[in-house]
């Protein structure tokens, strides 16, 4: 298994407080990406980051803020929580299988969180 | 990134092979298929990916046509533990896609003993 891990696994929060997600790598792979899994939409990608200090928006950005300050680690926050942002958050991390550019993604176990 | 098409759910019995249909009539020639799984509650698993030829590895066999519009997924002596839901995923495989995915609903495909 690929070494991804994240922390926390499950946090109860309330609304308006903010909140941070840490996936931590030990494969030194360059691209990492947050998603988000809620009933009904399937996984929809949040951020993702290309390098150290390297991040985009993906399909569902609002609300939520990255930061990589160092290849093994990719931080997703959430300055202040709201309840439509309850859901499972993946990690996942990436690197290049071929010279085109083929990928296989590993993902991480998830972080079940609730915003009451 | 093409869009695709899979059924809903499938059924297959333990032991059988189990065949999953894709549509992706729009990729484009320079796309990959991707599959992936995901297992109840656990992160998606990487199963294969293909472009044009036809890909096997220790999980599993993918069929691209010869078209590229449609592609299947056979897992040939499927499993109890291989009830999960199934992604096929169409996408760019180009240096600045960085690897990123769109997940569509997928096929929950359930294995019977």
């Known amino acids: 298994d690929a070494g991804i891990t994240q922390s926390p696994r499950h946090k109860v929060t309330e609304t308006g407080t903010p909140v941070t997600l840490r996936c931590h790598q030990t494969?030194?792979?360059?691209?990492m990406y947050w998603y988000r899994q809620d009933p009904g939409h399937g996984l929809r990608l949040i951020h993702y980051?290309?390098?150290?200090?390297?991040?985009d928006k993906g399909e569902v950005s609002d609300g939520y803020s990255v930061s990589r300050s160092k290849t093994e680690d990719f931080l997703l926050t959430l300055e202040s929580a709201t309840s439509s942002q309850t859901s499972v958050y993946f990690c996942?991390?990436?690197?290049?299988?071929?010279?085109?550019?083929?990928?296989?993604?590993?993902f991480g176990p998830g972080t079940r969180l609730t915003v009451l | 990134d093409a869009k695709t098409t899979q059924p809903t759910s499938m059924d297959c019995a333990e032991g059988r092979a189990a065949n999953l249909p894709c549509n992706h009539s729009?990729?484009?020639?320079?796309?990959?298929v991707y599959w992936y799984r995901q297992i109840h509650s656990q992160g998606p698993q990487y199963i294969i990916h293909?472009?044009?030829n036809n890909e096997t590895n220790e999980m599993a066999s993918l069929i691209i046509t010869e078209d590229r519009k449609s592609s299947t997924l056979i897992l040939p002596h499927a499993t109890l533990r291989d009830t999960a839901v199934y992604y096929c995923?169409?996408?760019?495989?180009?240096?600045?896609?960085?690897?990123?995915?769109?997940f569509g609903q997928g096929t929950i495909l359930t294995v019977h003993p």
């Open positions: 996942a991390i990436s690197e290049s299988l071929l010279a085109g550019g083929v990928y296989e993604q590993f």
């Open positions: 494969e030194n792979h360059r691209y």
């Open positions: 980051s290309y390098g150290v200090k390297d991040t």
């Open positions: 729009t990729i484009s020639g320079n796309e990959y």
């Open positions: 293909g472009l044009k």
């Open positions: 995923i169409v996408t760019w495989a180009g240096g600045t896609s960085y690897g990123k995915l769109t």
